[in-house]
């Protein structure tokens, strides 16, 4: 496998994958491609699962985004040179983009109100889309989409990937806020709100899962490569659902 | 009665601060902790304790606090008018506080974040490994008029009345930043230009990050608004749609799509933090090499803070009790006041 290395910067037309890169001055980024897709998305996973089991000394941290491996260590203990070096070594072991999903993955189904009041765009999304308001919620609701990612806030899951004509935009103009356990979407993917919070995202349909739960054993409710089925429910089914805990209604299977 | 600080009055903001969680990234949490770390280690050096004790983070505004037991405290970050029963106090120095008197803080006479320390830390109850309020994450909240804060045993109930030159970082000034992800995508003569002009601190920024008013155009690059969200870490320089650069901090959010023209150095996101609005800022650009020198000499200066601490010299106006001083034989020792103090 070619690994590109560069510096600091973007990336250069043709570009061969992975590449590294740096972030601040403690930091490495292995990144398996510049537009999201399955394969890179799972291998980001598994070599951030690999460099956890690898255990190298000067490590203090590492996540992943959708289709990147983040590494955060000790610059003074460990230089930038030998933990690339580790990295390419540990990156030339195998072929990434033909790696497994993690294990332990969920499938959930989250009861999920579509539209009114509770979630006031589902029909301006659905006209972005090109499809009715009913269309929409069958799109959406029929789609099993996986958990990409966690991110932006605690907990917080990026889901994908919807139909080709979920491809729309965010909004230019900001919504203040949505609430916890808003479904919004955008270039084809869901994002599920964890915290109340602003957002480019279109509100489209409304959850009474929590999914941060600072005082839990499990504070960080779904993972990486979980999928999820967004049922859809009434209001007053959500009322009383959210009534009767944290899951909001939500269950969960184990896949693998 | 419990060891506690009794908290009269609080200004907006006022919350428990660590160093914070790191480690939570993956779970889409930011570290967090407080805004300005170098405060903490320069109140751990005043009290000669360990960093890892929780804070009092004040912004911009201070409080009313009374202890119940007599404990030793250290006022450090942004300066603010302090006072122990109305007699001032020096900032960036530790004190006594005895045991039923009031302190009173007051506004911030330069920089943003204060920080109250206690001997022996406050001891609220940890959540997710820290103590740390978490705004943006809904984990703990500001603190309030009426709160009873328990504070730790004071495992080294020395002296006090010792001060600290605070490396300043109130009034903005030079901040050094490397290269970050989408650096390449704007154009060198860009680059140039953003480390040629000024910059002045907006009023828009928390502890999420800080917004900065460019003195001439925004700035523009060629990733449009269509690059993938990315790791996102303390000190990144987002431009946003708008070509205003937004520094982030402690509280961040842990992924964005915003390109970034480059990142803070850890050593200077203090003054990052501490710019008040208004306040001019300028960026230099250094390359890794020189800024992990720079983290370096940064790590050893603040390892060996403890060894630049002095007494602090007392105003006698400022003593209430003068006339019981020993003033006129000239037959003391001459660290009556120091002894006094204590």
Do not use: C, K, N, P
């Given at each position: 496998m070619t690994i590109l290395v560069s510096n600091s910067g973007g990336t250069p037309p043709g570009a061969e994958w992975p590449q590294i890169r740096t972030v601040g001055i403690d930091g490495l980024l292995v990144s398996f491609g510049d537009r999201l897709s399955e394969p890179a998305n799972r291998a980001a996973l598994a070599l951030r699962n690999a460099i956890e089991r690898a255990?190298?000394?000067?490590?203090?941290e590492t996540s992943t985004s959708m289709v990147s491996t983040y590494l955060r260590f000790d610059p003074l203990w460990q230089g930038h040179a030998a933990m690339r070096a580790s990295l390419r070594e540990l990156l030339g072991q195998q072929d990434w983009f033909a790696a497994a999903l993690p294990t332990g993955r969920r499938l959930w189904r989250i009861p999920t109100v579509y539209g009114t009041d509770l979630a006031p765009q589902l029909n301006e999304a659905a006209a972005v889309a090109g499809l009715s308001p009913e269309e929409a919620m069958v799109s959406i609701s029929q789609s099993r989409v996986q958990v990409q990612t966690i991110g932006f806030a605690p907990g917080q899951p990026y889901l994908g990937e919807l139909p080709p004509e979920w491809d729309i935009p965010r909004q230019?103009?900001?919504?203040?806020k949505v609430p916890i356990g808003a479904l919004t979407v955008a270039i084809r993917q869901i994002t599920l709100f964890s915290v109340s919070a602003p957002t480019g995202w279109r509100h489209v349909g409304q959850t009474a899962i929590s999914l941060f739960r600072p005082d839990d054993a499990t504070p960080f409710v779904v993972r990486p490569g979980d999928e999820v089925l967004f049922e859809p429910t009434t209001a007053e089914e959500l009322a009383n659902m959210r009534a009767s805990g944290p899951d909001g209604g939500a269950t969960s299977e184990v896949l693998s | 009665m419990t060891r506690a600080l009794i908290v009269h009055r609080a200004g907006p903001g006022l919350s428990v601060q660590d160093q914070g969680r790191p480690g939570y990234l993956a779970y889409g949490?930011?570290?967090?902790?407080?805004?300005?770390?170098l405060a903490l280690v320069e109140g751990a050096a005043l009290l000669e304790q360990d960093e890892s004790h929780a804070a009092l983070e004040m912004v911009g505004m201070g409080g009313e606090f009374e202890a119940t037991e007599d404990m030793r405290i250290a006022l450090t970050g942004a300066p603010m008018r302090a006072s122990i029963d109305g007699v001032r106090v020096a900032w960036s120095a530790s004190h006594s506080l005895p045991a039923g008197t009031r302190l009173s803080i007051g506004a911030a006479e330069s920089g943003t974040y204060g920080y109250l320390h206690l001997g022996g830390g406050l001891a609220t109850p940890s959540r997710l490994e820290a103590r740390s309020a978490h705004m943006t994450a809904g984990v703990g909240a500001p603190v309030q008029p009426g709160s009873s804060l328990p504070v730790g045993e004071d495992g080294n109930p020395g002296s006090t009345g010792l001060g600290v030159d605070a490396e300043p970082r109130f009034d903005g000034g030079e901040v050094r930043f490397v290269p970050s992800l989408?650096?390449?995508?704007?154009?060198p003569a860009e680059l140039t230009r953003f480390e040629a002009i000024e910059f002045n601190r907006d009023a828009r920024g928390n502890r999420m990050g800080a917004r900065f008013l460019p003195q001439g155009d925004g700035f523009q690059n060629e990733?449009?608004?269509?690059?993938l969200s990315e790791v996102i870490v303390p000190g990144d320089i987002q431009i946003t749609g708008d070509g205003t650069p937004f520094v982030l901090l402690c509280e961040c959010q842990t992924t964005g799509g915003y390109p970034r023209i480059g990142s803070v150095l850890p050593a200077d996101l203090p003054r990052v933090a501490q710019a008040q609005p208004g306040a001019s800022l300028r960026f230099r650009l250094l390359n890794l090499e020189e800024a992990i020198e720079v983290e370096r000499c940064e790590q050893e200066r603040r390892k060996g803070l403890h060894r630049t601490l002095r007494p602090l010299i007392r105003d006698p106006r400022t003593i209430p009790d003068l006339l019981s001083y020993q003033l006129i034989s000239g037959v003391t020792a001459g660290d009556d006041l120091e002894k006094a103090a204590k």
């Open positions: 255990d190298w000394a000067g490590v203090e230019t103009a900001l919504t203040d | 949490l930011s570290r967090g902790g407080a805004a300005d770390r989408q650096t390449e995508f704007f154009d990733t449009g608004l269509s690059i």
